[in-house]
């Protein structure tokens, strides 16, 4: 089983900006893709950005140019560096490890992007 848990999320005004950190636990971390989603009330789950393996990353066309996803295998970490925050990216972030069709989900943490 692997364990995800995420961090680095609160309330920032618009424009802020705001890190957001994920750990998971296992041995083989450099062979999870590694993904953050996102849910705003009312709405479903959407995919933000996610980097696989080999570090190629992926981003929603709404956030290409503000977000930025990074990992770090040696600490077992990926990062969601997140600029230029507007309000309609208010929502729980969650970060996914995916292993062999095997998807392992986080808490989730809120980001609040409010004046």
């Known amino acids: 089983q692997v364990q995800v848990v995420e961090s680095g999320g609160g309330l920032v005004q618009p424009g802020g900006s705001l890190r957001l950190s994920c750990t998971a636990s296992g041995r083989i971390f450099s062979m999870y893709d590694m993904g953050w989603y996102r849910q705003a009330p009312g709405k479903q789950r959407e995919m933000v950005a996610n980097?696989?393996?080999?570090?190629?990353?992926q981003y929603a066309d709404s956030v290409k140019g503000r977000f930025t996803i990074s990992r770090t295998d040696a600490k077992r970490t990926v990062s969601l560096q997140m600029n230029s925050l507007k309000p309609e990216d208010t929502a729980v972030y969650y970060c996914?490890?995916?292993?062999?069709?095997?998807?392992?989900w986080g808490q989730g943490t809120h980001v609040t992007v409010s004046s």
């Open positions: 996914c490890a995916r292993f062999r069709g095997d998807d392992y």
């Open positions: 980097i696989n393996n080999r570090s190629i990353r």
